[in-house]
């Protein structure tokens, strides 16, 4: 006889933050058939990836690659009706410099030859490396390989290159800025085992998992807001401009949500049966520090524990015509000499209504944060001057520096990070935060999303 599935009871739930975490949430929740209510403080959808207005254009808040190995982010993105052939330029891995560059660079593109070849033919092909270089990356490789990506214990990543003993020029010109890209977090500093795990799905994956996905539409566009039609079309509900300001237990098992903004009309309560709070770690502190009669504490010291990291894109606007050879450059950052640009991408090529606009990213950029937008914008055109031996790019028509104080965690070594659960019925955590194979990333924040959406009434 053919086992019968449970009967679905349909709740309604709300959820607090429209991130990419929350919006996962609530897709999944609503492919479960609840019913549920989206709500963003903010007026744009994408949390920290996200679209910005400016005078001059449209831009990003920050520049963002996507992994072939982002598969439930690329997963939720189809399911909403993103066609992920227009969405993003697809590239092999790779980490590529100016050529002509007088900062000795290299030139790593893996072929697109099944794994691990890509990786071999990458690393016997690569141009600006010694046998020595290689035959420490092949090193690093074999023995992360044999270890299965996982160490005993963590420890930082420089001490991580160190005991693998890599050169000085692989450090500099492919772990760290690796590291930095990755992990958003100086190699002295960031966790061994979480840079290993994405090593593992991506320098140690299958060609098409390694493949690095360049956003081709703008970040809200990329997924949030197709998740916003998709849940409208399945009798959810998206309300933005409507902040979230408290949370209590109703005495019924409910949940009572107050919130305030123009998208409610000024303040307004209602009950659910479930909410999902996806609405950054320190958020999530306030309003769950606030439920009445609930020992949130050791979940709150968790949650206000974690220490931010910025990153800063500077965008650099030149004539329409102006293209680079390729869509993405790695960049020698010297910060001693007020280099501070790590890569370049050429946003002309990615999208035409962005023709000779580059976007030059600098990870934990704390320190640079300092400089001040002119000059910092005046130092990278003049790096990229020099960088591509192309006086033109010293001279940009008009520049937007776009700082994130607060990107993403600091992901340090053996930190421990929350699951999905409150401990309180009918009420989940989901972000980029919680416990989680990778760093800060959009798929750490799609798969807690997911998570949350799964555990909340279980
Ligand atoms: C500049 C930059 C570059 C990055 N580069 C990459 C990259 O290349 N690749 C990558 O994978 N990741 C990258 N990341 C990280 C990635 O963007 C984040 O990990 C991810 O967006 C986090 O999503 P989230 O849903 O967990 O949190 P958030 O995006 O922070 O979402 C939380 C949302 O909750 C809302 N909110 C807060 N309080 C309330 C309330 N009370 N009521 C209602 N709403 C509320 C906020 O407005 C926000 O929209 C980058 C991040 C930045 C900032």
């Known amino acids: 006889m053919a086992k019968q599935e449970p009967a679905l009871t349909r709740r309604t739930v709300a959820v607090v933050g429209g991130g990419w975490s929350g919006c996962a949430a609530a897709v999944e929740l609503a492919r479960a058939g609840h019913k549920v209510t989206l709500f963003e403080a903010a007026r744009t959808l994408g949390g920290r990836a996200r ?3 400016t005078d001059d254009a449209t831009l990003d808040n920050g520049q963002h690659i996507m992994l072939g190995a982002y598969r439930d982010t690329l997963r939720l993105m189809k399911l909403v009706g993103v066609d992920l052939h227009q969405a993003v330029l697809k590239l092999p891995l790779q980490m ?30 690569a141009k600006g490396l010694e046998r020595e270089d290689k035959l420490s990356l092949a090193r690093f490789s074999t023995t ?13 990543v420089g001490e991580l290159l160190q005991r693998f003993d890599q050169t000085e020029r692989l450090i500099k010109l492919m772990w760290r800025p690796l590291c930095l890209a990755a992990l958003n977090t100086p190699p002295e500093r960031a966790s061994a085992q979480i840079f290993l795990n994405v090593l593992r799905d991506s320098l140690g994956a299958s060609r098409s998992a390694s493949d690095m996905l360049l956003p081709r539409a703008d970040l809200s566009a990329l997924f949030p807001d197709a998740a916003c039609r998709w849940l409208a079309s399945h009798d959810g509900s998206v ?23 123009d998208a409610v009309g000024g303040n307004w309560s209602a009950y659910f049966d479930g909410v999902v709070l996806a609405n950054t770690a320190s958020h999530a502190a306030v309003l769950l520090h606030d439920i009445a009669g609930a020992d949130t504490s050791a979940l709150c010291t968790q949650l206000t524990a974690f220490e931010s990291e910025a990153i800063t894109t500077c965008y650099l606007q030149y004539d329409a015509g102006l293209k680079l050879d390729l869509p993405m450059y790695a960049l020698v950052d010297q910060p001693d000499r007020h280099e501070w640009g790590q890569f370049v991408f050429d946003r002309g090529q990615l999208d035409s209504k962005q023709a000779g606009l580059l976007a030059v990213v600098i990870s934990a950029s704390g320190a640079v944060v300092e400089q001040g937008h002119a000059l910092l914008a005046e130092a990278v055109a003049v790096q990229l ?35 999905n659960s409150t401990g309180l019925s009918g009420l989940a955590i989901a972000g980029d935060y919680t416990a989680s194979d990778y760093p800060a990333t959009l798929e750490s924040a799609v798969r807690s999303g997911i998570g949350a959406a799964a555990s909340l009434f279980v």
Not at 144 to 156: I, K, P, Y
Request: some cysteine.
């Open 51 to 53: 679209r910005v207005a």
């Open 96 to 125: 590529r410099y100016p050529p002509l560059s007088p900062a000795p660079g290299m030139d790593f593109l893996a072929p697109r030859l099944p794994a691990p070849l890509h990786m071999l033919v990458a690393l016997l092909r």
């Open 144 to 156: 992360a390989r044999w270890m299965g990506w996982q160490l005993h214990a963590d420890c930082s």
């Open 239 to 261: 309300r933005t401009g409507a902040k979230v300001r408290s949370l209590q237990r109703a005495g019924n098992g409910l949940w009572k949500v107050d919130a305030s903004g």
């Open 385 to 419: 001057a020099v960088a591509f031996q192309w006086p033109e790019l010293g001279a940009p028509r008009w520049f937007k520096v776009i700082t994130e104080k607060r990107a993403t965690f600091a992901c340090a070594p053996a930190m421990i990070r929350p699951g």
